[in-house]
Each structure stands twice: as structure tokens, then as C-alpha cells.
């Protein structure tokens, strides 16, 4: 928990005392500890940082910013800091660690330090089991392009913000609410810490088994949340998603609905004579989805707005929606939250298109098979559906999508085999690559030629390379014109994807 210290009623200047204020991270190489390092640092914040290594983009954007770090635990280099951040990564045995304790520096996790220096009066929270780092982080532009100056946190990088986290003097902030566990040692959700009076809830299903061991135990964190929410706050909540009713069935909160338009909805309304049946406030239909981006109407109390996206993804739609319903009801109006939609360009590493020439390659943070398959179909349903001319080249060969895959800890266990039946159905080719190394204690989790065995089942064209630069050569050498290259999961790759590009570039 946040130590009692000097900092709990004072203001966010810069100088105290006379003194600038110093901030040390602790896993600073994170994608969410590197904004918040660079949100400090842009407030006139001393900061640095270590951690156990460096890679781009994180140790880009904190060089592009001035930010000093290194790699590694080293006491002696942490130097007297004001406050110490923790990352959850960063283990509660670390050397650096130990001494911020000994020496009675205040310490506070990543969660307590959003909750301390950026909840606002009105809180936007985004929280949900996925849709909410997209969604929080257009969300914080459509506020920045209103006026609002809003601080901000989401846990992405995006390519329409210079940081993923801002601190302003504004009254409003706009916060991703992860529901896992804020430290190592403190197992409080890290959206406890945020304070919500506006909730923006996108879907909730069983998620981090390892903390949450049975379903009614994950739905319950979310039910306490929800009311924690003022009788005055908000609560905007998908009305497609059916752990969502589940957590809002005996709610005492004004909530606002947004949703796919159905069929039977309109029908329903239209047997009854009774427009106002219908509890979905925002509704979105005709998604239609090219390379260009997404194509769809927004309604609400009987006025259409006509909306473009530059994000491809047709699962994007949904989280517009919501975007469009929160931003109206703080006060925005519909045609500068639609002229925001049309500029906001998305997330690096959702289905971020790296590269456009005779081929295409996207790159993509699904790890999971679930994942992998939305990714899939999405890209399926741009390239090759029947709606699109370029679904065969000039000689009339189909075009063909290929698939590099590494899935997380989680597809890497034996009992999770089951999910991947199908789940690269779209997907004329896959390839394995050397998977990365895991410290784990428990059953040791599969390696890629095991995993390859296991997609096979249903995918017949799948491929486990070992070695790097034969997979980029197997790539390259495979792929041809029109055809789509996606590099699906959380890890890096290694420099193959852009050892890929640089090919295909030659």
C-alpha cells in the first residue's frame, strides 16, 4: 500500500521546497511504466529508471525524451529520489527494492501512483476483459481534439498520441482499468485505485485464472466496482456482451446502453408501436470494412451520424460506438467526436498494417488462439471476401494469407489445446517460430514443434522454423503479390518483422 509521507496533500509542481522532484521507476521498460515515466518527465518531473533490458519502442520513446535509465539493479545508481514506482514485473525481492524500503523512501506500485497524481473530479474508467486500451485510448483524443485537456493513461502505444499517459491541470481524466492485481504483494485491482465517477464497461468474461480461480470470484470484482459508482456518475456498458447483463442485473446506477442495431430489436418495436422499448440509447449498423478502414452509421434518439475510421478491424466498430456514446453524454458534440473518429489513427500492434507495397504485412498483439482467430477473420474478410476485386491477383491465383504465430504462456498449455480446432481456419499458411524461453515452476509448456503437431489437427498447412532468418527466407520466398503477411502475438519476434519488410522491400 502507499506509504504515509509528505506528498499526500500537496500540489503536482514541479519544485517543492525549492527542490525539483525526483521520481525513480523500478521496470521502468514497460509499456505502461514508460509513459507514466514520460507523463512525469513532461510535468517538469526529475525521472529515471532501470530494468533487466531494453528494447524498442520503450527504450526509444524514453530516449526520445530525455528520460535516463539503465538496465539491471543497481542500488548505487538510484541516487535520493522523492518517490519510487514499482513495476508489477519488477518483483517485490528486488535489490532496488530493498533499499528504497531501507531507506524510507515512499514507495507505490504503478496503480497507486495513477490513483495518486492522475484521478481527476471526473474520472473516465475504461474496464472490461478486452476493447478497453483501444477504447481508452481514442477516448482520451476525442477529449484532447474537444478542448478537454484531459490527463490520461492507457496501455498501448499509439500512433495519433506522443505518449500513452499525460498529466494536465484539467478536471477530467480518462484511465485504463485493468482488473488485474496491482503489485506483487498487493492483489487489489489496479481499477480500485482509479476512483470512477464515469464507468465505461466493454465486456467481461473469466480472465487471469491464476487470480481470479473460478468465475463467480472475476464477476464479483466487477460487480464491487461497479457500486463503488456516485448515485450522480455514469455508467455506459455494452449491451451486446452477456457478462455485462450479468454484472448490471441488480444495478442502482443511471446506465447508458450502446450496441449492434439486430433485427429483432427493430421488430420488437415495431409490433409493439413502442420506440422507446428499446434500452440500447447508441446503436451502430452497415459496418463495412475495407483496406482503408471502417465505414458505419451511429444512431441516437433517431439522428444518424455517418462515421470513417482509418482502423481496420470490424470488432473496431463496437468500441467507436461506445467512444461516441461516452464523449456525447460529458457534453461533446456529434460532429467533433465524428472529425476525432476520422483522425485517430489507432494502436501500434493492433492489426497495425507495417507495411504496403506488392505485399502486405500487419502485426497484430493477438496471443491467443482466440485472438489470433479474430485477427484472421478480419483480415480474411478484407482481402479475400467476395465484396473486394483484389481477392485474386492478375493471373487468378487466390490470394493467400500467411500466419506467424507465438502464442502466450497461456496457449502454450497442454489443456488449452482445444481452443486452437479451427482457429486458423482462414489462414492459408502458419509458421511457428522458436518460441520464446519461459521461467515457469509447474508443467512445462509446449515448445513450437509440439504446438505446430497441435494446430495441424485442423490447419494441415502449418510449419514449426527454427531458426529465425530461414523463417524470413521461407516467408519471403512463399508470399507473392497480393498476398498478406500477419505476425500474430505478444512477444517481439526478434527483428523479424522488420528483417521481413526490408526483404520484401528489396
Known amino acids: 500500500m502507499v506509504s504515509q509521507n509528505k506528498f499526500k496533500n500537496q500540489n503536482k509542481d514541479r519544485i517543492i521546497d525549492g527542490k525539483r522532484q525526483h521520481l525513480h521507476i523500478i521496470g521502468i521498460c514497460g509499456v505502461a511504466t514508460s509513459a507514466l515515466a514520460i507523463a512525469f518527465h513532461d510535468k517538469g518531473w526529475k525521472v529515471t529508471g532501470s530494468d533487466k533490458g531494453f528494447f524498442p519502442p520503450v527504450s526509444t520513446e524514453l530516449e526520445k525524451h530525455g528520460i535516463d535509465f539503465y538496465a539491471g539493479w543497481h542500488t548505487e545508481k538510484i541516487g535520493s ?16 527494492t530493498t533499499y528504497v524500503k531501507e531507506k524510507n523512501i515512499p514507495i507505490y506500485s504503478f496503480a497507486e501512483a495513477i490513483g495518486k497524481f ?76 482509479y476512483k470512477p465517477t464515469h464507468l465505461f464497461l466493454t465486456a467481461v468474461s473469466w480472465d487471469h485464472a491464476d487470480l481470479y480461480p473460478t468465475e463467480e470470484s472475476y464477476f464479483e470484482t466487477f460487480k464491487k466496482l461497479v457500486s463503488s459508482i456516485p448515485k450522480k456518475g455514469l455508467i455506459l456498458a455494452n449491451k451486446d456482451d ?13 446506465v447508458i446502453y450502446y450496441g449492434k442495431e439486430k433485427v429483432d430489436r427493430i421488430q420488437k418495436i415495431s409490433r409493439n408501436g413502442e420506440i422507446g422499448k428499446d ?13 482503408d478502414g471502417l465505414d458505419f452509421t451511429i444512431s441516437h434518439k433517431e439522428k444518424n451520424y455517418k462515421i470513417h475510421s482509418p482502423m481496420i478491424g470490424e470488432f473496431q466498430a463496437e468500441n467507436i460506438a461506445g467512444c461516441f456514446a461516452m464523449a456525447h453524454q460529458i457534453g461533446i458534440t456529434p460532429e467533433k467526436i465524428v472529425k476525432a473518429i476520422e483522425e485517430f489513427k489507432g494502436l501500434k500492434r493492433r492489426l497495425e498494417k507495417r507495411f504496403e507495397g506488392d505485399m502486405t ?57 482445444y481452443k486452437y480446432d479451427n482457429a486458423f481456419k482462414n489462414a492459408d499458411t502458419v509458421v511457428i517460430p522458436r518460441l520464446t524461453k519461459l521461467k515457469v515452476s509447474k508443467e512445462k509448456p509446449m515448445e513450437g514443434d509440439e504446438l505446430a503437431e497441435v494446430i495441424k489437427k485442423t ?21 507473392h503479390k497480393d498476398d498478406v503477411i500477419v505476425f500474430l502475438g505478444s512477444h517481439g519476434f526478434r527483428g523479424m518483422i522488420e528483417e521481413t519488410i526490408t526483404s520484401l522491400r528489396q
Request: aromatic share 10%; glycine share 6%; net charge positive.
Open 459 to 479: 490447419q494441415p498447412n502449418v510449419i514449426y522454423i527454427e531458426d529465425d532468418k530461414e523463417l524470413v527466407k521461407y516467408i519471403v520466398k512463399k508470399a
Open 279 to 291: 434500452k440500447t440509447d447508441y446503436t451502430y449498423r452497415d459496418v463495412r470494412q475495407t483496406k
Open 118 to 193: 492522475f484521478v481527476k473530479e471526473h474520472s473516465i474508467v475504461v474496464v472490461g476483459t478486452w476493447g478497453k486500451t483501444s477504447s481508452s485510448a481514442l477516448l482520451s483524443f476525442i477529449l484532447e481534439k474537444s478542448g478537454f485537456d484531459p490527463s490520461y493513461m492507457f496501455g498501448g502505444i499509439s500512433l495519433s498520441h506522443s505518449a500513452s499517459a499525460k498529466l494536465t491541470n484539467s478536471k477530467w481524466c480518462i484511465l485504463e482499468g485493468d482488473e488485474y492485481k496491482s503489485s506483487p504483494i498487493d492483489n487489489t485491482p489496479k481499477f480500485t485505485y
Open 361 to 417: 504485412v500487419f502485426d497484430d498483439i493477438a496471443h491467443s488462439p482466440e485472438k489470433a482467430a479474430s485477427v484472421l477473420e478480419n483480415i480474411h474478410s478484407i482481402y479475400r471476401s467476395k465484396y473486394h476485386t483484389t481477392n485474386q491477383d492478375k493471373n487468378g491465383k487466390q490470394v493467400k494469407i500467411l500466419a506467424i504465430f507465438e502464442p502466450n504462456i497461456g496457449g502454450r498449455q497442454r489443456e488449452s489445446s
Open 242 to 254: 452477456k457478462g455485462v447483463d450479468k454484472i448490471l442485473e441488480k444495478i442502482n446506477r443511471k
Open 81 to 96: 529520489p522523492d518517490i519510487v514506482v514499482i513495476g508489477t514485473a519488477s518483483g517485490s525481492q528486488n535489490p532496488e
